[in-house]
């Protein structure tokens, strides 16, 4: 398998530009998760799925923020408007049932928002 | 609530060196999974070990090895022989199950490992 696939690995864009961070998980697995990674906050979750239904998006920073699963091979986090604090490295990951918390990651979206 | 505390920021040390990662957890949860995670200079994220709460066995892989005490809600992470290739930040992560489905994993801060020629 190609592992957890992630489009696109880097984005520079200026304030106020909508973008779109997408995610392949590897196929078969029931979870997918979005993660982003900071120097100030260390890795935190934005939002999860299990089985293309939204389970927790409490970490999903403001209505800017918004993602996807309509299928069981695709996701989209949109973030509209974007604004220079929402720069960092936007991490999927998958993992199957039966192997809780093992988590696949993809190799991430670096962002910069200008 | 869950969390992850790595007291370590930065540890530094000279490759054969023996080097011990801390990692301590709080949580209420009965069953609980504890994982370690390594992210070299290149970024991505790798699983290195997997514990549930009920099996407080210590692992031995190769130079690594893993300590899990629930007494002192520890689980810390053992690289022995250190070398340059062990270099990177090094994650410990909590995942609690609940209703008979898995959330996400909640990390601690991370301690970035140094290991010198």
């Known amino acids: 398998d190609a592992g957890v696939i992630q489009s696109p690995r880097h984005e520079v864009t200026e304030m106020g530009q909508e973008v779109t961070l997408r995610c392949k998980p590897i196929?078969?697995?029931?979870?997918l998760f979005w993660y982003r990674q900071t120097m100030m906050r260390g890795l935190e979750l934005l939002i999860y799925f299990n089985n293309n239904v939204p389970i927790d998006d409490s970490g999903m920073p403001e209505d800017r923020f918004s993602a996807k699963m309509p299928n069981a091979s695709f996701s989209t986090l949109k973030i509209q408007p974007s604004e220079p604090r929402d720069s960092a490295v936007y991490f999927c990951?998958?993992?199957?049932?039966?192997?809780?918390?093992?988590?696949?990651f993809g190799p991430g979206t670096r962002l910069l928002v200008l | 609530a869950q969390k992850v505390t790595q007291a370590q920021t930065e540890i530094s040390v000279v490759e054969k060196e023996d080097v011990t990662l801390d990692c301590v957890y709080e949580t209420r949860d009965t069953t609980y999974y504890l994982f370690w995670y390594k992210q070299p200079p290149s970024g991505e994220l790798v699983f290195l070990i997997r514990r549930n709460s009920f099996d407080e066995q210590n692992e031995i892989s190769g130079r690594y090895s893993w300590n899990f005490q629930k007494s002192t809600s520890s689980f810390n992470f053992t690289i022995t022989a250190s070398q340059v290739v062990d270099s990177a930040v090094y994650f410990c992560?909590?995942?609690?199950?609940?209703?008979?489905?898995?959330?996400?994993?909640?990390f601690g801060k991370g301690t970035k490992l140094s290991v010198k020629p």
């Open positions: 990951a998958s993992t199957p049932e039966g192997l809780i918390g093992t988590q696949y």
């Open positions: 196929s078969g697995h029931d979870y």
């Open positions: 992560a909590l995942v609690r199950i609940y209703g008979g489905s898995q959330g996400n994993l909640i």
